[in-house]
């Protein structure tokens, strides 16, 4: 199986910066895909970066310029910086990674989140 467990969340006042981290753990042999997503309170999930089939990221509009998702897939990691944060980026942040798996299955596995509050 795989787990994943994301950290780097906090408060943060407008303006300021986070790097999240999502650290994927078991059996794995490779993270084909990943991205990270968000809810905020009432409202539904929705994407915040993930990558495409063509080895790009795409961006949500409203953090283009501001988020960059990165990863080492050596080590199993995946990251969102975030800065020039605004109120409206306060949600729970989670990771999403497709893997590869030993057995041969590619398996998508979803993180418990981590909360971002930007408050002044």
């Known amino acids: 199986q795989v787990q994943l467990v994301e950290s780097g969340g906090g408060l943060v006042q407008p303006g300021g910066s986070l790097k999240l981290s999502c650290a994927a753990s078991g059996s794995i042999r490779n993270i084909v895909a990943m991205g990270w997503y968000r809810q905020a309170p009432g409202k539904t999930r929705e994407y915040v970066a993930r990558?495409?089939?063509?080895?790009?990221?795409e961006y949500r509009d409203s953090v283009k310029g501001r988020f960059s998702l990165s990863a080492d897939k050596t080590k199993y990691m995946v990251y969102l910086q975030m800065t020039n944060l605004k109120a409206e980026d306060t949600a729970l942040y989670s990771c999403?990674?497709?893997?590869?798996?030993?057995?041969?299955?590619?398996?998508?596995?979803w993180g418990q989140g981590t909360q971002v509050t930007v408050s002044s």
């Open positions: 999403n990674v497709h893997a590869q798996t030993l057995d041969g299955w590619t398996r998508t596995v």
């Open positions: 990558s495409t089939n063509d080895g790009n990221i």
